[in-house]
């Protein structure tokens, strides 16, 4: 499994690719995008994310 990103809530900020330590997150288009083979699901995202556009299930 891999951290989702809500297209309609993520304003594409940046805080979230700066939190992974793996670099999992690229943004793209305003949207931050996951690679889903290099995530680790360790959830640095979803605290780095100010409009709570990304969750880890």
Do not use: F, R, Y
Request: proline share 5%.
């Amino acid at each position: 499994m891999a951290a989702k990103v809500d297209k309609d809530k993520c304003a594409g900020c940046g805080p979230c690719a700066e939190a992974c330590p793996v670099e999992a997150i690229k943004i793209e288009n305003n949207l931050a995008v996951v690679d889903e083979d290099t995530c680790i699901d360790c959830g640095a995202c979803v605290d780095a994310c100010p409009s709570e556009a990304i969750s880890v299930d």
